[in-house]
């Protein structure tokens, strides 16, 4: 690669000629502060507080978006360039609501983050009269655009990332402000509730619906058997909340954690995960004989199914008809554990963890009931409503003990374990067909071609002398590239595993968040995958979904065959059409 | 200014959708076809409804959101069709200083019709403009196509309603 060298604060990088200033200064341990600027999503240099000197420039430039060239002289910490930033962080918090103390985002605020750095200790341009703005029209997103910094993040990766696209900048001017077309809530477009918007907020501008206060109802109401269960990405991420390392996996203190918090018993979102794979490989073993609806593709991400439903309906057909692992840990504790308690499943209250904002909606939706008239899942709180809980409960987390799942539902293999990550679904399910389709033991259970962190992964077996195409894609940019070269012929499979979130659920919109700065020099993605196949091979012993003792005993005893009558009562659902302009008159 | 969302049903004909995707045929695949598009959509429909909007959205592969964007940040794009009695008040600023702020709401209250917006009836319709160029008239406004200038509170009320009258006898 070709290299230059320059000058930063008279120190000499060389650094590839294709970087910005921001990337060649972090070369040298210098961080250039930034508000708008997301690597490769949102490179517009508008917020201005990435402003360094440049000898010979004509004004100050903005460092995320502006290239280096050879002998290039930059500056990063003059007085001009110190009072620039200072002065764009006064006017940014003229138009900020700054109930800081009891902000949501309080130490975990870019915007916040920025002031103290720069030493903004007075306010001289304050509007101190500004109302809430809140738009909550969805099951899982709060917008307050008191708080926003219109930096654009969210309306960048909504679009770049996930091809959806319902918000934008709206008006002009200090009318600008960040909505939906024609001032529409957000409930009434087709939303598919991913929040990668609320991951990349530098503020509180977005956040998720909290939950909290309905599981601590439950908790404290004595007629309630409550049970939680944790999705397979949040052990890797939960951590964080905590200040621990990205990737860390704190998978027994957060059993310990949600134990002490007073649930009833500690589940794992993984066992069901096993469920699925038994349901899912015998639907896809299913279709590969008889040739109908293939690719089979994967209905975990209710982010996905929803965008399926809103903008390839014609792919319907195609989606799995199981419930996600979510829905089947939801269904089977109120079909079977609330029997095995002796107790009325409507005093069962299940809450589940998850790294995703979409499993909020996706609890409301029909067909999502194992027993008539009751949710299979009550309440669902993401990775950071569990953290402000422990918090809350003043737990020391770091000091916590390992502790493991209950065992009624709480062992799972590796199959399901590694459900968290872009491919994970592919590999689980693949273990499984494997083995049936060949009736022989196999040995070599990883499938690292569906591993790693590209958008879209292809692969192709012989399985029992049939060739059986797969391909796993994530992100919903990514999944229309996908299913637009399916509709044109250009490349078909037999089955398809789709995350709505890039990378999977380890980065899905309900993980804790990261500052923009450190997203742009670490690939979340990546570091809490990997934390997720470690996790495999140190904590699982079984690998293969069919060999989880849990499973065998409840298909023997209670549901019967994989894809039989009681499996599709509970463990499965149907997709619909749905508009993808809702609001609109003629939608309706 | 307030580009408020209409309330008036949406009222094209098979013929202005045909007109409509033929201009859309014609700059698709172009950088920038919004612009014109949306700019000869105006002058086919008179404004841009949602209907338009998302028809536009659709065929340029463009999502609405970014179409309302444009729409809603330009002021030559407008949500709301013209009424029979189109008002539009300058609010330059020789006529703002001049009491044309004062002068829009007493007409918005007077007429019920909000600027940027157009009455149920699509009789009268308000909208606030950039400087129209006759400062030496400020505050001024214009009916249609005729122009009232050197404005006292209250002065315009009775011209209005002269307006309204003759509407109303054209109607009957």
């Known amino acids: 690669m070709a290299t230059v060298k320059v000058k930063i604060n008279n120190i000499e990088v060389e650094c590839p000629s294709t970087a910005t200033v921001l990337e060649a200064a972090k070369l040298i341990g210098i961080e250039i502060p930034t508000l708008c600027y997301l690597k490769e999503i949102n490179a517009i240099g508008a917020c201005r507080v990435c402003v360094v000197e440049v000898k010979g420039a004509r004004s100050l430039v903005a460092a995320c978006v502006y290239p280096v060239n050879d002998g290039m002289e930059v500056f990063t910490n003059t007085q001009k360039v110190r009072d620039a930033r200072r002065m764009t962080l006064e006017l940014i918090l003229s138009n900020h609501r700054k109930d800081c103390l009891t902000c949501l985002r309080n130490q975990n605020c870019e915007l916040q983050k920025l002031c103290i750095d720069h030493g903004v200790d007075r306010v001289r341009f304050a509007d101190d009269n500004l109302e809430p703005q809140i738009e909550c029209s969805t099951a899982h997103l709060v917008r307050d655009n008191s708080k926003c910094v219109l930096c654009r993040r969210c309306v960048a990766v909504c679009k770049k990332n996930q091809d959806v696209a319902v918000i934008g900048a709206n008006d002009r001017g200090f009318a600008t402000h960040i909505g939906s077309p024609f001032e529409r809530n957000l409930g009434e477009m087709a939303c598919v509730s991913c929040g990668q918007c609320i991951i990349v907020c530098p503020t509180a501008a977005l956040t998720e619906v909290d939950d909290t206060a309905k599981v601590y109802d439950a908790l404290a109401d004595p007629s309630k058997t409550v049970v939680v269960a944790t999705a397979p990405a949040v052990r890797v991420a939960l951590g964080e909340c905590f200040g621990m390392p990205i990737g860390t996996n704190v998978e027994g203190k957060m059993v310990a954690a949600l134990r002490r918090l007073g649930f009833d018993s500690v589940f794992d979102v993984d066992t069901a995960a096993d469920f699925t794979v038994m349901e899912e490989g015998t639907e896809l073993i299913g279709r590969l004989n008889s040739g109908e609806n293939l690719p089979i593709i994967t209905s975990c991400s209710p982010g996905w199914v929803r965008y399926c439903e809103q903008y390839y309906p014609e792919f319907i057909p195609n989606l799995s008809t199981c419930k996600s692992p979510q829905q089947m840990f939801g269904a089977l504790m109120k079909v079977y554990y609330a029997k095995k308690l002796n107790i009325d499943p409507r005093d069962l209250y299940v809450v589940t963890i998850m790294p995703c904002t979409a499993k909020k909606y996706e609890i409301l939706k029909p067909h999502q009931q194992a027993v008539d008239g009751v949710f299979d899942v009550d309440a669902v709180l993401t990775t950071r409503e569990l953290g402000r809980m422990i918090s809350n409960a003043g737990l020391l987390f770091k000091e916590l003990p390992d502790e493991d799942f209950d065992p009624a539902f709480g062992i799972s293999t590796g199959a399901g374990y590694i459900f968290g990550t872009s491919g994970g679904v592919m590999e689980a399910a693949l273990r499984t067909v494997v083995e049936k389709l060949t009736g022989e033991v196999l040995d070599k259970v990883d499938f690292e071609e569906v591993r790693g962190v590209a958008g879209i992964k292809e692969a192709a077996y012989d399985i029992a002398g049939k060739q059986v195409r797969v391909a796993v894609v994530s992100g919903l940019t990514n999944t229309r590239q996908l299913l637009d070269d399916i509709k044109a012929g250009k490349v078909s499979y037999d089955a398809v595993e789709v995350m709505a979130c890039p990378g999977g659920c380890v980065n899905g919109g309900g993980q804790p968040i990261q500052s923009g700065f450190t997203q742009n020099f670490n690939d979340l993605r990546a570091i809490r995958g990997s934390a997720l196949y470690q996790g495999e091979l140190d904590t699982r012993p079984l690998r293969k979904a069919h060999e989880n003792p849990i499973v065998q005993e409840l298909y023997r005893d209670v549901i019967g065959e994989p894809g039989g009558k009681n499996a599709h009562h509970w463990l499965h659902t149907k997709a619909e059409a749905r508009p993808k302009y809702p609001g609109l008159a003629s939608e309706q | ?172």
């Open chain 2, 1 to 172: 200014m307030p580009n408020t969302k209409t309330t008036v049903p949406f009222a094209g004909t098979k013929e202005q959708e045909a007109q409509l995707l033929e201009i859309i045929a014609a700059h698709k695949g172009q950088a920038g076809a919004s612009m014109p598009v949306l700019q000869a959509a105006q002058s086919l429909y008179g404004y841009l409804p949602e209907e338009v909007q998302v028809m536009i959205a659709e065929e340029l592969d463009i999502p609405l959101s970014e179409i309302y964007g444009i729409v809603s940040f330009y002021s030559q794009f407008t949500l709301n069709p013209k009424g029979k009695i189109n008002i539009a008040v300058c609010m330059g600023t020789a006529c703002y200083v001049r009491g044309a702020g004062d002068i829009l709401d007493d007409i918005a209250k007077h007429t019920c019709c909000q600027s940027g917006s157009i009455t149920d009836d699509r009789t009268v319709s308000l909208e606030a403009t950039r400087c129209i160029g006759a400062c030496g008239l400020a505050p001024v406004l214009t009916i249609n196509d005729d122009v009232y200038g050197k404005l006292d509170r209250g002065e315009i009320e009775p011209v209005i309603d002269t307006y309204l009258e003759k509407e109303k006898g054209n109607r009957a």
